[in-house]
C-alpha cells in the first residue's frame, strides 16, 4: 500500500481540484490542499474529532461543486460521500450540543444519527445519556424515530415465523423499541422536574405552568407505553367496545408510577400550589428516578431494612435454643455416646464439638409428661 506523504496528499488535491478549473481559484486549491493535511493529522475518529472533521469537510464542500467534492473526499478521506455528508451534519447541526455531547462521550456513528434528528429529540437522547444511561445506537435510533426495521426485524426471521415462537419474537421486537421510547420519556420528564426544581435553592418559586406544559405530553405517551408493555387488557362488560389495559397490581412500585403518569398526563389531576412541591419532591422524583435508574424506593429501603431486623432476629432466637454437648441432658448425650460406639475413638471427641441440640421441642415434651 502506497503511502501518502503531505506531498503525494498534495499532488492528489491539485489535480482533483485542476478538473473544475473554471470554479476553483489557486487560492482555493492552497485551502484545499491545507484541508487535506489538516484531515491526514487528525488520527483516530473521537467525537471530539468528528466535530473538527466535519468543519474540515465544511470548508472543502464550500469550495468544490457536489460531484468534484465526492472524488476529493474518496481520494483524500478514503470514504463514501454519505459519510462526509453525515460528519458536515455532525459540525452543522449539532455544534450547540457538542460540549455535552463530548462530555457524555457519544460515538460518531452515535452522532450521525442525532444530527439529523429534531431538536427535542436530540434533548432526549442527551438528558439519558447525562443521567448515566448507556444507549446503544439501536436505542438512539428508535428515540429518535429513525426505523432499524431492516437490521434489528429481518422479514424473514420475525415477522413470517408462525407459531408461539413467532408470535414471541414478534413480541420481543416490540418490548425492545417500546421500553427505549419508554425509558427516552422517562427520563426526560425527570430531568425536566429536577430542572424545575431548581429555583428551590435560590428561595424561588417552581413554576407550576412551564412544567406541566413541558411534561404533560411526554407523561401521557409513556403511560400508554407502560399501558401496551405491562399491563394486561381487561375486557368489556359490553362485547363490541375493544378491551382495555388494567391496573397493575395494587400496592407494587409499577403501579404506583402506571397511576403517577397517568396523572401527570393530565393537567386538571395536578396538586394545587400548597402542594404542588411536596408532591413533585415527594412522589415524582422518587417514582422517576426509580423508572430510570432503578432507584428504590423510601419505603422499599425501610421495609428492606425492617425484614432484615426480623430475620436477624429469628436467627438469634434460633441461635439461643442451641445446646453444645456439654449442655445437653443426660438422656441426650447418652444417645449420641451410643451411637458413637461404632466411630473410630479418636474422632468421636470431634465429632462432640460438631454436635447441636435444639432444647425448646425436649422441653415441651418434659412439660406434657409431667402434666
Known amino acids: 500500500m502506497a503511502k501518502y506523504t503531505h506531498k503525494k496528499i498534495s499532488a492528489k488535491l491539485a489535480a482533483k481540484a485542476a478538473k473544475a478549473a473554471d470554479d476553483v481559484s ?6 484545499l490542499q491545507a484541508i487535506g493535511e489538516d484531515i491526514r493529522s487528525l488520527g483516530r475518529r473521537t467525537n471530539l474529532q468528528a466535530y473538527e472533521l466535519g468543519g474540515y469537510l465544511a470548508r472543502a464542500k464550500a469550495i468544490l461543486p457536489e460531484r468534484e467534492l465526492g472524488a476529493w473526499v474518496k481520494a483524500i478521506c478514503k470514504f463514501t460521500p454519505k459519510t462526509a455528508r453525515n460528519y458536515i451534519a455532525v459540525y452543522e447541526n449539532l455544534s450547540v450540543y457538542k460540549e455535552r455531547l463530548v462530555a457524555t462521550a457519544t460515538s460518531p456513528t452515535m452522532l450521525f444519527v442525532l444530527a439529523y434528528a429534531e431538536e427535542q429529540k436530540v434533548e432526549d437522547v442527551l438528558a439519558a445519556l447525562e443521567a448515566g444511561e448507556e444507549l446503544t445506537v439501536a436505542q438512539v435510533k428508535q428515540m429518535v424515530g429513525v ?7 429481518p422479514v424473514p426471521d420475525s415477522l413470517n415465523m408462525g407459531g408461539l415462537a413467532g408470535l414471541r419474537k414478534v413480541a420481543d421486537l416490540k418490548i425492545e423499541q417500546d421500553a427505549a421510547r419508554f425509558l427516552g420519556l422517562a427520563t426526560s420528564s425527570l430531568k425536566k422536574v429536577e430542572k424545575a426544581l431548581e429555583p428551590l435553592s435560590r428561595n424561588r418559586a417552581v413554576r407550576k405552568g412551564a412544567l406541566c406544559d413541558a411534561v404533560t405530553y411526554d407523561c401521557r405517551h409513556a403511560h400508554d407505553l407502560i399501558n401496551s408493555l405491562a399491563a394486561p387488557l381487561r375486557p368489556d362488560v359490553t362485547p363490541h367496545l375493544n378491551w382495555r389495559p388494567e391496573k397493575l397490581p395494587d400496592g407494587t412500585n409499577w403501579r404506583k408510577v402506571q397511576a403517577l403518569l397517568h396523572r401527570m398526563g393530565g393537567t386538571e389531576d ?3 400550589r400548597a402542594s ?4 413533585l419532591q415527594n412522589e415524582v422524583v422518587p417514582l422517576l428516578r426509580f423508572v430510570v435508574h432503578g432507584d428504590p424506593l423510601p419505603g422499599d429501603a425501610e421495609e428492606e431494612e425492617a425484614g432484615s431486623d426480623v430475620a436477624v432476629k429469628i436467627e438469634q432466637e434460633a441461635d439461643a435454643g442451641l445446646l453444645g454437648y456439654g449442655q445437653m441432658p443426660l438422656p441426650v448425650r447418652d444417645q449420641i455416646d451410643s451411637a458413637l460406639d461404632t466411630v473410630a475413638p479418636d474422632g468421636r471427641d470431634e465429632l462432640r464439638t460438631k454436635l447441636v441440640f435444639d432444647a425448646r421441642p425436649f422441653k415441651r415434651q418434659l412439660k406434657r409428661l409431667a402434666a
Open 270 to 272: 395536578w396538586p394545587d
Open 26 to 31: 489557486p487560492e482555493e486549491v492552497s485551502e
Open 147 to 153: 426505523s432499524t426495521a431492516k437490521k434489528t426485524a
Open 276 to 279: 404542588f412541591v411536596p408532591w
